[in-house]
C-alpha cells in the first residue's frame, strides 16, 4: 500500500471518529422522544459552565395540531403536569419553572396552558456540585382537545457542565418564566369590593393605555381554585382593572380572612409575578 493510500484512509479513519464523537455531544444534549399518542415529551440540557453552582435543563413537551396542555394552575378545568425525579443520580433537587401561559376557551370554559410547544425550563442542583447529573423524569400530563385525555412519559438525559446546541430553545423559554417583581413595581393593589359571601375583588394595576394586559389569580396553597380575573371598566388611563368573585377557595376558609395571593401579570414586554396581601 503506498504512503498516498495509507495517508487518505488515516484521515477518513479519523474523520469518521471525529462524526461519531460529533453526533455523541449532540445526542447528549437531548434525550429520545417518550411518545404518547398525541404529544410526546423529553429532557434537553442547557450550556452549563464552572461559574454557576446550578445546571440548566429543559423538558420540551409537543403536542399534535389543536391540542394543548396546562399550567401549574389549569383554570376552570384540566389538571397540571406532574414531575417525578426519583431515582436521578447525583441530584440535590430540580425547580421546575412554568412560561407564562395563555388562555384557552372553549364550551367547557376558560384554561390555562400552551399550544404546539413548550419546555419547562429545570434548574437543576447537584449533590456533588462539579459533577454531572443524571436526570431520570416521570411526567403525567393532560392533552385537550374538544376532550381532554391523560398522557404520560419518562425520559433520562445527563446534564454536565458543557455547551449545548439546545441553549436557544431553553434560553426562550426561559425568558416566558414571569419574573418575581414587588406589588409596588407594577403598582398593583387588590381588594375585595363587596360583601357578599362571596366577595368580589378588584385588581388595580399600572399598564400602559391600549395595550393587552393578561392577570391570573392563585391562593396561597394548590388546592385554590381562583377563578380567572376578567377585565373591568373604570380603569383611568395609565392603569387597567381586573376583577374576580373569590370563589374556589378549600374548605374551610373563611373569604373574607386575611391571605396572600399571588398574580401573574402578563405584559407584550414581559410576565411578572407578585405576591400582595389581601385584607
Excluded at 484512509?9 to 404518547?36: E, P, Q, R, T
Excluded at 400552551?114 to 459533577?131: C, D, L, M, R
Excluded at 407594577?186 to 375585595?192: E, S, V
Excluded at 398574580?263 to 389581601?278: P, W
Aim: neutral net charge; proline residues 9%; glycine residues 8%.
Amino acid at each position: 500500500m503506498n504512503d498516498t493510500r495509507q495517508t487518505l484512509i488515516k484521515a477518513f479513519a479519523a474523520g469518521g471518529f471525529v462524526l461519531l464523537l460529533a453526533n455523541s455531544a449532540l445526542a447528549a444534549d437531548a434525550s429520545a422522544w417518550s411518545n404518547d399518542t398525541r404529544s410526546a415529551v423529553r429532557l434537553i440540557a442547557g450550556s452549563n459552565d464552572a461559574a454557576t453552582p446550578s445546571l440548566r435543563a429543559g423538558i420540551e413537551i409537543k403536542l399534535q395540531p389543536g391540542w394543548h396542555t396546562y399550567w401549574r394552575y389549569p383554570g376552570d378545568a384540566g389538571v397540571p403536569p406532574r414531575f417525578d425525579f426519583a431515582g436521578s443520580d447525583n441530584l440535590k433537587s430540580a425547580k421546575v419553572l412554568y412560561p407564562a401561559p395563555r388562555v384557552h376557551s372553549d364550551s367547557g370554559g376558560q384554561s390555562l396552558g400552551y399550544e404546539n410547544a413548550v419546555i419547562f425550563p429545570v434548574q437543576v442542583t447537584p449533590k456533588q456540585a462539579g459533577k454531572p447529573v443524571t436526570l431520570k423524569l416521570k411526567i403525567e400530563y393532560a392533552v385537550c382537545e374538544k376532550l381532554c385525555v391523560p398522557a404520560e412519559g419518562k425520559a433520562e438525559l445527563t446534564v454536565s457542565q458543557s455547551p449545548s446546541t439546545q441553549d436557544g430553545a431553553l434560553i426562550a423559554a426561559e425568558t416566558l418564566v414571569p419574573k418575581p417583581a414587588a406589588a409596588t413595581s407594577l403598582d398593583l393593589r387588590a381588594k375585595r369590593v363587596t360583601t357578599d359571601a362571596k366577595p368580589l375583588v378588584m385588581v388595580d394595576l399600572a399598564a400602559p393605555d391600549g395595550k393587552a394586559v393578561a392577570l391570573f389569580a392563585e391562593g396561597p396553597t394548590p388546592d385554590w381554585a381562583l377563578p380567572i380575573p376578567q377585565p373591568a371598566q373604570g380603569a383611568p388611563a395609565g392603569r387597567q382593572h381586573f376583577s374576580f368573585v373569590l370563589d374556589g377557595l378549600p374548605g374551610g376558609v373563611d373569604p373574607k380572612a386575611a391571605f396572600a395571593l399571588t398574580f401573574t401579570v402578563v405584559t407584550a414586554t414581559g410576565a411578572y409575578e407578585v405576591t400582595t396581601r389581601l385584607d
